[in-house]
DNA sequence: ATCCTCCCCTAC
DNA sequence: TAAGGTAGGGGAGGAT
C-alpha cells in the first residue's frame, strides 16, 4: 500500500471530470495551501513546509472535549489500557506492520515446510521421525555450499549449452501489488459505489466530514480524479468531492484478501519477500522459464503473460485487481509498476530503461524520498534520474553519502545486486503511541509507561526474545503549539527526544520482563524532567535482541552460563519463596527439559557499568512480605508501590502476570502478532485416519536465523548436480520441489506425521490442517503443493476449495 | 580502520 | 469525534 505521492502521482485531475478544471485547480491550491494538507506536522521543519500552519488554532471540538472529565477518562491516554487497546485495535498504522510480521513469519514458514519436504525424500529423516544431523549435502565443486538462492547457479557442464542456458536463466523478478487494497477490498460487497468517488476513513456518515480531520487511508480511483489523495483529511476530501462516499476500515477482510494473494504467490514462485499486506515481491524465474519453453513461440513476451496469468488467479480468488511490474531486478520491478497501474502489468528491459526514467525524480526510486530529493537538488542543483545520471559516482556519494550514492548510482543503470530477503532475524521490537496522548499529571504517565511496556514485553515474548537494551520515544509539546493541535487528539508540532540504556533483568540477563521494562523506561521518563502535561507521544523501543532460552551474552564466556539459564520452577505460585535468598529467578525457561536442570548458581555479573542515565532505583523499603497471593489486574496496580519492591519480588510477581497473560493470549485483540491469522471453523478441520497428509510447522523459535544460505537455497544446493536437467534446480519453485519431494519418497511425507522432535531433543511443536488425500483430489488440489504450505495458507486453500465446490466461484 | 550511538529517513 | 505504528537502512561523528 502506498500511501506516497508517486502512487498517485499519474492519477491527478481530469479537467472536466465532475468538476470544471480551473475550479479544480483553485480548489486544491486552496487546499494545498491548507494547513491540513500535511495533516498534522511532526516537527518545525515540517510545520514551516505547510504554510500557515504556525497560526492555525487548536481543534475546536477537541479542545470542547477535553473540558470534559468522562471524554478525557475515556479516549486519551489517561485510560490506560483501555485506550492502548482501543488504539491499536483501530491503527491502520499498526495493523500495517503487524501484518507485515505476520506475513514474514509465514513465508519462512512454508520455505521451512518446502525444506522439510526435501529433507525428508532426501532421507534425512528416518521413518520414525528422527531428524538426523542436519547437515545439508555440499554441492558442485564450485558451488562451496556457501550460498545462496540465485548467487550460485550450477554449471552446466557442456560449455556450449552455457550461454545458451544463461540466457534462458535470466533472473525474473515481480513487484505484485494490490491497487488501491483497502477500497478496493471495501467495495467488494458494496458494487453499488463502484463507480462513486470513495474513501476509506475513520470518521463515517454523510453528516461527518466537513470538519473531519480523520486521515483518508485509500482512494479509489474515481476519487482521485477529483485530486483526492490518501493522507489528506476527509474534511479537504470533501472540498475537492463534496459527494465523496466514505467506507469503514475491515481489517478482517484485508487480511483474508491478503492471505489469499500470498497462497497464490507462493504457489507460483521460487522465491518471495513479503513486502506488505498488499504487496509482495516474487522470483518466478523458473515459471517463466517453464511456459516459454512449453509455448514456444506462443508468447511474445512470457513474463507479462505469466504476470497476467498470475493477475487473473489473484481476481478470480479476491475480487480485486494487482498490478504486476516486472523486471531482472528488484529496483525495477518496482519501478515498472508504476506504469502498470491500475489493474495491469509491465515489463521494464534493460534496453528500455533510459527514457523511461529520464524525466523522474529521485524519489520515484523505491527507497528514497523527500529528503533525499531536496539534499540532490541543493548540492547538486538537480534531482531527475536524467541529470543524476550524468553524474560520476563520486560526486553523487559526496553529496549524499557512501553508500545511498552508489545505491543511485547503479540504479539509475538500471543496476541492483540485492536478493528476495525472506527470513532476515529480528534486531528490534517496539510499541509507541502519538495519538491521544494526554496526561494530566505524574501519576497517568508513570501508570501509562508500565502498561505501554507490558505491550513490549507482550510482542518480545511472542517471538521468544529478549532485550538488552532500551530507547525511550518523546514527543514533547513544541512551547508555541496550541495544546490541542489541529489535528483531532493529535501530537501537533513537537520535539522528539531518544534515551537509550542498558536493559538487565536482576541476574544480568536480557529480559523481557514487562516490570523490568516498565521500571527502567519510567526511570528515564524521571530523567529527562518532562512536563508530563507535556508529553504527546510516547514509546518504547527494545534492541540488542536474544532469543530466549539462551543468553549468548556478549562477549566471552562461559559455558556454564548457559547451564544458569535454567531456573527451578517454584512449586506453584509461592510469591513468598522469593525470599528465600535464592537468585533472583528470571521467568523460567520452559524450553529445557527439568532434567536438564542444573544445581550451579552462578553470581548475576555486576552491572554498574552498564547503567548509562538514571539515578539509583529508590532503595526499597516495604512490603516484603504481606504480597498478596490473589494478584489485582496488573493496570489497577499502582505501578509506584511495584516500584518500591525489592527486584526479587517484583520478579515474581512478574511472573505470575505473565502467566495470565498468556493464558489469555488466545483470546487476546487480533492484533497480537502471535500467531497469523486462524482461518479456524470447525467446518474446516477434519481428520480422516485412513490416509491423511500432515506436516509439521516449526514454532518461530526454532526458526534458524543463519541466513547462509536460505531454506529454499539450499533445498536447491542439496538437490544440485542430478536434478539439473531442464530446470535449473536453483529455480524449481515450491510447487515443483514439493513434488518431488514427494514422489521420491511418497511414504515418508506420511510417516513423517508424528515425528514430533528435533536435532536436540526439543519438542517440537506442530500444526497442520488434515484433509483426506481423496478430498483434496475432489477438491483439484495437489496434495504435494498443499504439503508445502504453511497451515494458514493450507485452510485458506482448502476453504475456498471447499466454497467453491459447494457454492460455486464467487466473483 | 572499525565500531558504536544517536539520530534521520523511508516504506507500507 | 479518531485511532500519527513500526522496522530497518544508513549517515555523522565520536570512542576504540
Same mark, same amino acid.
Given at each position: 500500500m502506498k500511501h506516497s505521492r508517486t502512487d498517485e502521482t499519474d492519477e491527478q485531475i481530469a479537467p472536466g471530470d465532475a468538476l470544471d478544471g480551473e475550479r479544480v485547480s483553485k480548489l486544491r491550491k486552496d487546499i494545498i495551501e491548507d494547513p491540513l494538507f500535511v495533516t498534522d506536522p511532526a516537527t518545525k521543519e515540517d510545520a514551516t513546509r505547510v504554510p500557515g500552519y504556525a497560526s492555525s488554532k487548536s481543534n475546536e471540538a477537541a479542545a470542547r472535549m477535553m473540558q470534559s472529565a468522562e471524554f478525557r477518562a475515556s479516549h486519551t491516554s489517561a485510560a490506560g489500557n483501555n485506550f492502548i487497546d482501543g488504539f491499536y485495535k483501530n491503527s491502520r498504522l499498526?495493523?500495517?506492520?503487524?501484518?507485515?510480521?505476520?506475513?514474514?513469519?509465514?513465508?519462512?514458514?512454508?520455505?521451512?515446510?518446502?525444506?522439510?519436504?526435501? =529433507?525428508?525424500?532426501?532421507?534425512?529423516?528416518?521413518?520414525?521421525?528422527?531428524?538426523?544431523?542436519?547437515?545439508h549435502k555440499p554441492v558442485s565443486s564450485d558451488g562451496g555450499g556457501v550460498s545462496m538462492r540465485g548467487a550460485v547457479l550450477p554449471k552446466?557442464?557442456?560449455?556450449?549449452?552455457?550461454?545458451?542456458?544463461?540466457?534462458?536463466?535470466?533472473?525474473?523478478?515481480?513487484?505484485?501489488?494490490?491497487?488501491?487494497?483497502?477500497?478496493?477490498?471495501?467495495?467488494?460487497?458494496?458494487?453499488?459505489?463502484?463507480?462513486?468517488?470513495?474513501?476509506?476513513?475513520?470518521?463515517?456518515?454523510?453528516?461527518?466530514?466537513?470538519?473531519?480531520?480523520?486521515?483518508?487511508?485509500?482512494? =479509489?480511483?474515481?476519487?482521485?480524479?477529483?485530486?483526492?489523495?490518501?493522507?489528506?483529511?476527509?474534511?479537504?476530501?470533501?472540498?475537492?468531492?463534496?459527494?465523496?462516499?466514505?467506507?469503514?476500515?475491515?481489517?478482517?477482510?484485508?487480511k483474508q484478501m491478503s492471505l489469499k494473494l500470498y497462497t497464490i504467490l507462493m504457489i507460483h514462485s521460487d522465491d518471495l519477500q513479503a513486502v506488505?499486506?498488499?504487496?509482495?515481491?516474487?522470483?518466478?524465474?523458473?515459471?517463466?522459464?517453464?511456459?516459454?519453453?512449453?509455448?514456444?513461440?506462443?508468447?511474445?513476451?512470457?513474463?507479462?503473460?505469466?504476470?497476467?496469468?498470475?493477475?487473473?488467479?489473484?481476481?478470480?480468488?479476491?475480487?480485486?485487481?494487482?498490478?504486476?511490474?516486472?523486471?531482472?531486478?528488484?529496483?525495477?520491478?518496482? +519501478?515498472?509498476?508504476?506504469?502498470?497501474?491500475?489493474?495491469?502489468?509491465?515489463? +521494464?528491459?534493460?534496453?528500455?530503461?533510459?527514457?523511461?526514467?529520464?524525466?523522474?525524480?529521485?524519489?520515484?526510486?523505491?527507497?528514497?524520498g523527500r529528503a533525499t530529493r531536496e539534499k540532490a537538488l541543493e548540492r547538486l542543483g538537480v534531482s531527475t534520474l536524467g541529470e543524476l545520471s550524468k553524474k560520476p559516482k563520486s560526486v553523487l556519494c559526496d553529496a549524499l553519502g557512501k553508500t545511498t550514492g552508489e545505491t543511485l548510482y547503479n540504479a539509475v543503470r538500471g543496476v541492483d545486486n540485492r536478493k528476495l530477503e525472506s527470513d532476515k532475524p529480528r534486531k528490534s521490537v517496539s510499541a509507541e503511541i502519538n495519538y491521544g496522548i494526554r496526561f494530566e499529571d505524574?501519576?497517568?504517565?508513570?501508570?501509562?509507561?508500565?502498561?505501554?511496556?507490558?505491550?513490549?514485553?507482550?510482542? +518480545?515474548?511472542?517471538?521468544?526474545?529478549?532485550?538488552?537494551?532500551?530507547?525511550?520515544?518523546?514527543?514533547?509539546?513544541?512551547?508555541?503549539?496550541?495544546?490541542?493541535?489541529?489535528?483531532?487528539?493529535?501530537?501537533?508540532?513537537?520535539?522528539?527526544? =531518544?534515551?537509550?540504556?542498558?536493559?538487565?533483568?536482576?541476574?544480568?540477563?536480557?529480559?523481557?520482563?514487562?516490570?523490568?521494562?516498565?521500571?527502567?523506561?519510567?526511570?528515564?521518563?524521571?530523567?529527562?524532567?518532562?512536563?508530563?502535561?507535556?508529553?504527546?507521544?510516547?514509546?518504547?523501543?527494545?534492541?540488542?535482541? !536474544?532469543?530466549?532460552?539462551?543468553?549468548?551474552?556478549?562477549?566471552?564466556?562461559?559455558?556454564?552460563?548457559?547451564?544458569?539459564?535454567? =531456573?527451578?520452577?517454584?512449586?506453584?505460585?509461592?510469591?513468598?519463596?522469593?525470599?528465600?535468598?535464592?537468585?533472583?529467578?528470571?521467568?523460567?525457561?520452559?524450553?529445557?527439559?527439568?532434567?536438564?536442570?542444573?544445581?550451579?548458581?552462578?553470581?548475576?555479573?555486576?552491572? !554498574?557499568?552498564?547503567?548509562?542515565?538514571?539515578?539509583?532505583?529508590?532503595?526499597?523499603?516495604?512490603?516484603?512480605e504481606n504480597i498478596p497471593l490473589i494478584l489485582p489486574s496488573l493496570s489497577q496496580v499502582d505501578p509506584s508501590t511495584l516500584e518500591e519492591l525489592p527486584e526479587d519480588i517484583r520478579s515474581e510477581i512478574s511472573k505470575e502476570y505473565r502467566r495470565r497473560r498468556s493464558e489469555s493470549l488466545t483470546h487476546s485483540r487480533s492484533t497480537t502478532p502471535a500467531r497469523p491469522l486462524s482461518l479456524t471453523d470447525?467446518?474446516?478441520?477434519?481428520?480422516?485416519?485412513?490416509?491423511?497428509?500432515?506436516?509439521?510447522?516449526?514454532?518461530?523459535?526454532?526458526?534458524?536465523?543463519?541466513?547462509?544460505?536460505?531454506?529454499?537455497?539450499?533445498i536447491a544446493q542439496a538437490l544440485g548436480p542430478k536434478g539439473s536437467s531442464s530446470i535449473s534446480p536453483l529455480k524449481m519453485n515450491i510447487f515443483e520441489r514439493a513434488k518431488l519431494a514427494a514422489s521420491t519418497s511418497k511414504s515418508s511425507v506420511q510417516h513423517s506425521v508424528n515425528s514430533g522432535s528435533g536435532g536436540k531433543g526439543q519438542p517440537k511443536k506442530s500444526s497442520s490442517v488434515k484433509v483426506s488425500m481423496e478430498e483434496l483430489r475432489s477438491l483439484g488440489i495437489d496434495a504435494q503443493v498443499y504439503a508445502a504450505l504453511p497451515v494458514d495458507l493450507q485452510l485458506e486453500q482448502l476453504s475456498r476449495a471447499r466454497f467453491e465446490r459447494s457454492f460455486g466461484k464467487s466473483n
Open positions: 499498526h495493523h500495517l506492520s503487524t501484518w507485515k510480521n505476520e506475513l514474514k513469519l509465514l513465508v519462512a514458514e512454508a520455505q521451512e515446510r518446502a525444506e522439510r519436504l526435501k =529433507n525428508i525424500s532426501d532421507g534425512f529423516v528416518s521413518p520414525d521421525g528422527e531428524e538426523s544431523v542436519s547437515v552446466s557442464p557442456s560449455k556450449g549449452k552455457v550461454r545458451l542456458q544463461d540466457e534462458k536463466l535470466e533472473t525474473v523478478i515481480m513487484h505484485v501489488d494490490f491497487d488501491c487494497f483497502f477500497v478496493s477490498v471495501g467495495l467488494i460487497d458494496r458494487p453499488q459505489l463502484r463507480e462513486q468517488p470513495v474513501v476509506v476513513c475513520h470518521s463515517q456518515g454523510a453528516q461527518g466530514g466537513a470538519n473531519s480531520t480523520s486521515e483518508i487511508s485509500s482512494a =479509489n480511483y474515481v476519487a482521485r480524479k477529483f485530486g483526492i489523495k490518501a493522507g489528506m483529511s476527509l474534511q479537504q476530501a470533501r472540498k475537492l468531492c463534496p459527494s465523496v462516499v466514505t467506507i469503514p476500515y475491515e481489517f478482517e477482510k484485508y506488505s499486506v498488499d504487496e509482495a515481491l516474487i522470483d518466478v524465474s523458473s515459471g517463466v522459464r517453464q511456459i516459454s519453453s512449453e509455448a514456444e513461440d506462443r508468447y511474445h513476451d512470457p513474463a507479462k503473460a505469466f504476470a497476467e496469468m498470475l493477475r487473473k488467479k489473484v481476481r478470480e480468488s479476491t475480487g480485486c485487481e494487482v498490478s504486476i511490474g516486472i523486471s531482472h531486478n528488484i529496483m525495477l520491478a518496482r +519501478l515498472a509498476t508504476g506504469k502498470a497501474k491500475p489493474a495491469g502489468s509491465f515489463h +521494464l528491459r534493460h534496453a528500455d530503461l533510459q527514457k523511461f526514467i529520464v524525466h523522474m525524480q529521485v524519489d520515484d526510486l523505491h527507497g528514497f505524574t501519576d497517568q504517565a508513570r501508570a501509562f509507561m508500565f502498561q505501554l511496556s507490558e505491550e513490549v514485553a507482550r510482542r +518480545l515474548d511472542s517471538i521468544e526474545m529478549r532485550a538488552r537494551s532500551i530507547t525511550l520515544k518523546l514527543m514533547i509539546r513544541d512551547p508555541n503549539a496550541p495544546v490541542e493541535p489541529p489535528k483531532f487528539m493529535g501530537h501537533g508540532v513537537c520535539t522528539v527526544m =531518544n534515551k537509550q540504556a542498558a536493559l538487565n533483568a536482576s541476574n544480568g540477563r536480557a529480559t523481557s520482563d514487562p516490570l523490568v521494562i516498565g521500571q527502567q523506561a519510567w526511570l528515564m521518563l524521571k530523567a529527562c524532567n518532562v512536563d508530563p502535561k507535556e508529553l504527546r507521544g510516547v514509546g518504547i523501543q527494545l534492541q540488542k535482541l !536474544e532469543k530466549a532460552g539462551f543468553s549468548a551474552s556478549s562477549g566471552s564466556e562461559k559455558a556454564q552460563r548457559k547451564l544458569t539459564d535454567f =531456573n527451578p520452577p517454584k512449586p506453584g505460585v509461592d510469591v513468598g519463596g522469593a525470599d528465600e535468598g535464592g537468585a533472583p529467578s528470571e521467568k523460567s525457561d520452559t524450553a529445557q527439559s527439568p532434567s536438564a536442570m542444573p544445581n550451579i548458581t552462578l553470581q548475576p555479573p555486576s552491572q !554498574e557499568g552498564d547503567i548509562q542515565i538514571v539515578e539509583a532505583p529508590a532503595t526499597p523499603t516495604v512490603l516484603t470447525g467446518s474446516v478441520l477434519r481428520v480422516d485416519d485412513e490416509e491423511e497428509v500432515l506436516f509439521q510447522k516449526d514454532t518461530p523459535a526454532k526458526r534458524k536465523t543463519t541466513n547462509k544460505g536460505t531454506p529454499l537455497g539450499r
